[in-house]
């Protein structure tokens, strides 16, 4: 809670820090550590009248309501909290032209969205990493550029944008793409405490909170005052806080030592370790500063692969610190903050580095074959063999849920959606209208004006002159993955193949935003390893435990999928699933195990369940099983040597290079 505090106030002190992002568990007072803070900032005189909140001393030259004269009157008002639902609308974000207007007086205005009513405030995004990607990439080139840029609908606005970007998110519920982290300046992890008395006063003072709230807030309306007035005065000493070169020099080497992206990084660091100096009153920037700034700003740049947690080595960094202040030309970083030359004291816990990763290298055993097929199904199944190594994951080809879905926005299938897309055509409106087509609308009541009577700018328009637009853009989708576990797939050790490509799949549908859900069956049953969830991260872990050996229960995989998709479709009916079953098709277990998959599978086709087969089958001699599944199925079967995107090109060249060999023996004979 500590850095969560600090880097709060950091972005309070100085926007340009970039805003943070708060990752933790639920029930850890994310949102009222947000909210608290808009409380303390200190109120800002705007432009009376004005709708983007512009200071009277130095007007926006560009406002839309302008231009404003210095001596225009002015008001005084609270920093504002604006906080972004999860489904909002990019018109709502951003603004859009005000048809109410446009369609009765026929002129054409600007109405301001929630980037303008955050101006100069707080912009709190609850639940970020549950917002579709393209808003989050506008929000975030918002805050980056201070400006917001409208061009829709025949309307041309610029305007400014800077406000405090605050972020918050459970990383359970699936994991923001590197690229948006990279964004956010600092980034913070939360936990509640174990400890039983700091977490008895966490509950003394909410009930104290519920019994008597003026009273609570009055109790603690002094500190508050106080804080305030902190955030004021290190916001006054900011421009006077001196970066030299020694904490310059700091900031690239740790930079350059934990090999991060780009230049991002370096020019958050910088401003933040100016912002924690201008915090403690100080002018100039320590070595403490930078290695504090480097603690928030550099976790979340770390992550290379998507299933990466975000993590710094503590020791690493102290290492760079004290190399850098080892090789200044002028004897080591100046000396006159609370640290000593040299290394820097941690002084902090420890956190776990992350960097430690278990490489066991099991050799898979050839399965024994059980012969008693006489025992009853409950017997205990056979010991599983240790859990092999996934191998590299690589980019696989595209699949799809075949028509046209109206599920959360993502990027998989084809889907209707209310944002994002692109418009493909209008239609009139078959109940409420929701996204007005402007150009349609008017063309479809321009032909009836005269005999309207229209005798003025305004347009005379009629219930069936509306034209809504119909959007088409990518969805995500339900990947359920049930995965044969088996002792036949342990044999000939293509298990550790098998973990690459899930792998793989669970990195592509990290990527196109879908929800994952896993089933392995092995022995005599089936299991939901994993329920149906945002976070692909887990996923990826209880893959890479996953044990093989024993039967292959095969229907009783595809039955566990059967009901799993059932209880999807009642929590979440607009979401598509797709069905990824990864077998070699065998099944054992009596001599009605393999009609008994057929008749699940069956099932799953009768419900329209779209199904891809990725058949593991290896050796020269191949029975067919998977394919025979998928036609089952009513899908697709795809080899697991032919997942990879580029398989489909080294499919063409080889039957080239074939065709080619073909017409040298002809030739030759």
């Given at each position: 809670?500590?850095d969560?505090?600090l ?34 900032l200190p109120?800002i ?18 406002c839309p309501?302008?231009?404003?004269d ?11 909290l604006?906080?972004?639902p ?15 207007r446009?369609l ?9 969205g929630?980037?303008?009513a ?11 990493n ?22 829709r ?11 405090l970007?605050?972020?918050?998110m459970?990383?359970e519920?699936g ?11 600092l980034t ?19 009930l104290?909170?519920d ?8 109790r603690?309306?002094q ?14 000493l ?7 070169d020694?904490?310059l020099?700091?900031i690239?080497?740790?930079c350059?030592?934990?090999?991060v992206?780009g ?6 660091m910088?401003?933040t ?10 002018t ?7 290695r ?6 550099l ?10 947690a975000?993590?710094?080595d ?9 190399q850098?202040?080892a090789?200044e ?6 000396d006159?903050?609370?640290?000593p030359e ?13 960097g ?5 290298e099991p ?16 017997t ?10 996934a191998?590299?994951?690589y980019?696989t080809?595209l ?7 109206e ?8 889907a209707?959606t209310?944002?994002?897309?692109h ?5 009139r ?11 349609a609308?008017?063309q479809?009541?321009a ?12 347009l005379?328009?009629?219930?069936d ?10 969805e995500s989708?339900l990947?359920?993955?049930?995965v044969?576990a088996?002792?036949s797939?342990a ?10 490509a899930?792998?793989?799949?669970l ?6 935003r ?17 329920p149906?969830?945002?976070s692909?991260?887990?996923?990826a872990?209880r893959?890479?435990?996953?044990p093989?050996?024993g ?12 009901e ?5 479709r ?19 277990g ?11 599978a ?7 369940t779209?199904a891809v ?24 079967a795809?080899?697991?040597?032919e997942l ?26």
């Amino acid at each position: 809670m500590d850095d969560l505090r600090l880097s709060l106030l950091l972005n309070a002190v100085s926007p340009q820090v970039g805003g943070v992002l708060v990752r933790g568990e639920k029930g850890t007072a994310k949102s009222t550590m947000v909210r608290a803070l808009a409380g303390l900032l200190p109120s800002i005189a705007v432009v009376d009248g004005c709708r983007f909140a512009c200071d009277p001393a130095a007007p926006d030259t560009q406002c839309p309501d302008g231009p404003h004269d210095t001596a225009a009157p002015a008001a005084e008002r609270a920093t504002r909290l604006v906080e972004l639902p999860v489904g909002v609308s990019e018109d709502r974000i951003v603004g859009s032209l005000d048809l109410e207007r446009a369609l009765a007086e026929g002129v054409k205005a600007y109405e301001p969205g929630l980037l303008a009513a955050a101006h100069r405030g707080v912009l709190y995004i609850d639940e970020v990493n549950l917002l579709n990607d393209h808003l989050v990439d506008l929000l975030l080139d918002a805050a980056a550029m201070g400006r917001s840029y409208v061009e829709r609908e025949g309307v041309s606005v610029r305007h400014a944008a800077r406000f405090l970007l605050v972020g918050t998110m459970n990383p359970e519920e699936g994991e923001l793409r590197p690229q948006l982290l990279d964004r956010f300046g600092l980034t913070v992890e939360v936990a509640a405490t174990r400890e039983p008395v700091e977490r008895a006063e966490v509950v003394r003072r909410r009930l104290a909170y519920d019994a008597d709230p003026e009273g609570f807030a009055e109790r603690w309306a002094q500190q508050e005052k106080e804080l305030a007035a902190r955030i004021t005065a290190a916001r006054a000493l900011l421009p006077a806080v001196l970066l030299g070169d020694p904490a310059l020099r700091q900031i690239t080497a740790v930079c350059a030592a934990f090999e991060v992206d780009g230049l991002r990084a370096d020019i958050v660091m910088a401003r933040t370790a100016v912002a924690l100096a201008a915090w403690a009153g100080r002018t100039e920037v320590t070595a403490e500063d930078v290695r504090t700034a480097a603690q928030l700003a550099l976790p979340h740049r770390r992550r290379r692969n998507p299933f990466d947690a975000p993590g710094l080595d503590e020791e690493k960094l102290d290492q760079t610190l004290e190399q850098s202040a080892a090789e200044e030309p002028d004897g080591g970083p100046d000396d006159d903050g609370p640290g000593p030359e040299g290394p820097p004291d941690g002084g902090g816990p420890d956190g776990p580095s992350g960097g430690g990763q278990d490489a066991p290298e099991p050799e898979a055993s050839e399965q024994e074959k059980s012969g008693e097929e006489s025992a009853p199904s409950r017997t205990a199944p056979a010991p599983p063999q240790p859990a092999a190594p996934a191998a590299s994951p690589y980019r696989t080809r595209l699949l799809t849920v075949p028509g046209l879905g109206e599920g959360a926005g993502g990027r998989r299938s084809r889907a209707r959606t209310d944002s994002g897309g692109h418009t493909v055509r209008a239609a009139r409106p078959t109940g409420a209208l929701q996204r007005l087509h402007l150009a349609a609308t008017v063309q479809a009541a321009a032909p009836h004006q005269l005999a309207r009577g229209r005798d003025g700018r305004a347009l005379r328009l009629r219930r069936d002159d509306f034209r809504e637009q119909v959007r088409e853009g990518r969805e995500s989708n339900l990947v359920l993955f049930v995965v044969d576990a088996s002792g036949s797939m342990a044999a000939r050790q293509r298990m550790s193949a098998v973990k690459g490509a899930v792998l793989s799949l669970l990195m592509d549908a990290y990527q196109r935003r879908d929800k994952i859900g896993m089933i392995t069956f092995r022995g005599s049953e089936a299991v939901l390893a994993l329920p149906p969830t945002s976070s692909v991260e887990v996923g990826a872990a209880r893959l890479e435990q996953l044990p093989t050996g024993g039967r292959t229960p095969l229907a009783a995989g595809l039955l566990r999928a059967h009901e799993t998709l059932r209880l999807e479709r009642l929590r979440d009916p607009r979401r598509r699933p797709l069905l990824v079953v990864v077998t070699d098709g065998r099944a054992t277990g009596g001599s009605q195990a393999l009609p008994d998959a057929r008749r699940a599978a069956q099932l799953l086709a009768a419900q329209g369940t779209a199904a891809v087969v990725v058949d593991c089958e290896s050796g020269p001699v191949r029975l067919g099983l998977a394919a025979e599944l998928a036609q089952h199925l009513a899908g697709e079967a795809v080899r697991l040597e032919e997942l990879a995107a580029d398989s489909v090109t080294h499919l063409v060249t080889d039957l080239i290079h074939t065709d080619r060999g073909h017409s040298k023996q002809k030739e030759a004979a």
